[in-house]
C-alpha cells in the first residue's frame, strides 16, 4: 500500500527537507494488481441528453440497383407515415426536405402548397411533439424559399454557408426574426470557416450556434456539390474530428448534431454518441444498414430505433422535443 505525503515547506532550510528518494521509500510502490480506487479517475464531460432527430426522404436510394426499398418515403403518404414511425420510437425531430421527390415536386403543388400540405397532415396523424426542421432551398423566390418559417410549419432550418451571401444573410435575419433557430449544414472544414466568416462575425447568428455535420455523403463527378470520402473506420474518425476540432475553435459550446450518412451510416451516428454530441438519422442520408455489408435498412423506424439503442447502452438519455428546445435555445410550446 502507498500513504499521502504532506507537501514539502519550501520556507524551511532546504537541507533539512527529504530527498527523491526518501519520499520515494516512504510513499511505498503499488502492484498493477492493488490499484488505488476507481474515483481518481473522474467522470468524462459527456451531455447525459442527445438529442435523436431524422431526415426521413428517401431519395437516396432512388438510382440504386436494388430499388428504393418500399418503406423508404417517396410520396406524401410516405412522408407522413415515416414522419409518425420516428416520433413514435423516440426522435424529437423531423427534417422535411422533398427536393428529388417527383411525386411531390411534380404535384402541381407550388412549394409552399406542398409544405402546407405535408407538415400539418403529420401533426394531425399524430398527437406526439415534434421539433420540425425545413429546407429552405425550394422555391422561385425568396418568399417561397422561406415560407417554412414565415408560415410556423419549421422551428429550425439547415443552411450550407457555401450559397450567395445576399441570400444567407437575409435568411439568417428572417430565422432571428421568427424566433427559430439556423443549424450550418456542413459537409467539410471549409464550410465551418465560411459560417465563421459570413454569417457568426456578422452577428447574424447567436452563439453558441447550431451546427449539422454532413459528411461521407454519396457523390460522383456530377455531383454539384463534394461530399467527403469516408473509406473506412480510421478516415471517419479523424474527418469527424478534424470537423468538430475547427467548431471548437470558433463555438466552444456549440451544439453540434453528426447525421448518419453513407456507407458510415450507423457508425458514423455511434462515433457522434461517444463525442457526446447529437445524431440524425434517416433514410434521406444513407441505405446501409452496416458499412461492411450490403444490406439495406427497413426504412427509418429501424434507424432510430437502432441509434436510441446505441444511446442507452452508452449511457445516454434521449432528449423529448421540449429538452431538445431547451438545449438549442427555442421558445417552449
Given amino acids: ?189 471549409a464550410e465551418v470557416d465560411l459560417a465563421n466568416r459570413y454569417i457568426l462575425s456578422a452577428g447574424l447568428a447567436p452563439q453558441p450556434a447550431c451546427w449539422l455535420i454532413l459528411i461521407g455523403y454519396q457523390y460522383d463527378d456530377a455531383t454539384d456539390r463534394l461530399a467527403t470520402y469516408l473509406a473506412h473506420p480510421r478516415a471517419m474518425l479523424t474527418e469527424l474530428m478534424q470537423v468538430v476540432e475547427r467548431i471548437r475553435e470558433i463555438d466552444p459550446d456549440g451544439f453540434v448534431t453528426v447525421c448518419a450518412a453513407g456507407r458510415a451510416g450507423h457508425y458514423l451516428a455511434t462515433a457522434g454518441l461517444l463525442l457526446g454530441l447529437h445524431v440524425r438519422v434517416g433514410t434521406e442520408d444513407t441505405v446501409y444498414r452496416y458499412p461492411h455489408k450490403d444490406d439495406l435498412v427497413e426504412g427509418n423506424r429501424e434507424m432510430v430505433a437502432r441509434v436510441v439503442q446505441t444511446a442507452t447502452a452508452l449511457g445516454r438519455t434521449v432528449a423529448t422535443p421540449a429538452q431538445y428546445r431547451e438545449m438549442i435555445g427555442l421558445p417552449a410550446r
Fill in 1 to 189: 500500500m502507498t500513504q499521502d505525503l504532506p507537501s514539502l515547506d519550501l520556507s524551511q532550510p532546504w537541507e533539512s527537507l527529504p530527498s527523491r528518494a526518501t519520499l520515494l521509500a516512504a510513499r511505498g510502490a503499488r502492484e498493477l494488481d492493488l490499484p488505488p480506487s476507481p474515483d481518481v479517475q473522474p467522470p468524462w464531460d459527456i451531455p447525459d441528453l442527445v438529442a435523436i432527430t431524422t431526415a426521413v426522404s428517401g431519395r437516396v436510394a432512388r438510382e440504386a440497383s436494388t430499388g428504393a426499398p418500399a418503406s423508404f418515403p417517396l410520396d406524401f403518404d410516405g412522408f407522413r407515415a415515416a414522419a409518425v414511425d420516428v416520433l413514435e420510437e423516440g426522435a424529437c425531430g423531423v427534417h422535411i426536405d422533398f427536393g428529388g421527390i417527383p411525386a411531390i415536386q411534380q404535384s402541381g403543388l407550388s412549394v409552399p402548397e406542398a409544405y402546407d400540405r405535408l407538415i400539418p397532415a403529420i401533426r394531425s396523424a399524430t398527437d406526439l411533439d415534434c421539433v420540425f426542421d425545413a429546407n429552405v432551398l425550394r422555391g422561385d423566390t425568396f418568399a417561397e424559399n422561406v415560407h417554412p418559417l414565415t408560415a410556423g410549419l419549421a422551428e429550425t432550418v439547415p443552411m450550407a454557408p457555401n450559397f450567395p451571401r445576399p441570400w444567407m444573410e437575409a435568411v439568417a435575419k428572417v430565422v432571428a426574426q421568427r424566433g427559430a433557430r439556423l443549424f450550418f449544414s456542413i459537409h467539410s472544414t
